[in-house]
């Protein structure tokens, strides 16, 4: 997966500001896939980043690890126009897959008897 460029949209729920005991800036962040996860941003961008902002996140394999595990960085804030159409594709999509991948409702129901 090497050289591959992976990035999950997010959209910031709560911006921690800078803290002298703690190095950075964080933000709590609800991803496209409803995972709710609380991720360093990157200094560059921390200025730019407010409640309801959508982000991408860098979801590229931390290096010389065995098992792949996402960096989940926060890289870059996106223009709103932008970011909540790529949140309704996402999300659509996802809503999509929910709706079938979900039993029918005929094989739900108890079977009935005399």
């Known amino acids: 997966m090497r050289g591959v460029a992976v990035f999950h949209l997010a959209k910031v729920k709560k911006v921690f500001s800078s803290n ?3 190095s950075g ?4 962040c609800l991803m496209w896939d409803e995972n709710l996860l609380t991720l360093e941003a990157n200094p560059k961008i921390a200025k730019q980043l407010k409640e309801g902002s959508y982000v991408l996140v860098d979801y590229r394999p931390v290096e010389g690890l065995s ?11 996106l223009d709103s126009k932008e970011g909540s159409g790529l949140w309704s594709i996402y999300r659509d999509e996802f809503d999509r897959l929910k709706r079938a991948n979900k039993p029918a409702a005929a094989q739900q129901q108890q079977p009935q008897y005399m």
């Open 67 to 77: 098992v792949f595990h996402p960096r989940q960085k926060i890289v870059r804030v």
């Open 20 to 22: 002298p005991a703690v």
């Open 25 to 28: 800036i964080q933000a709590t």
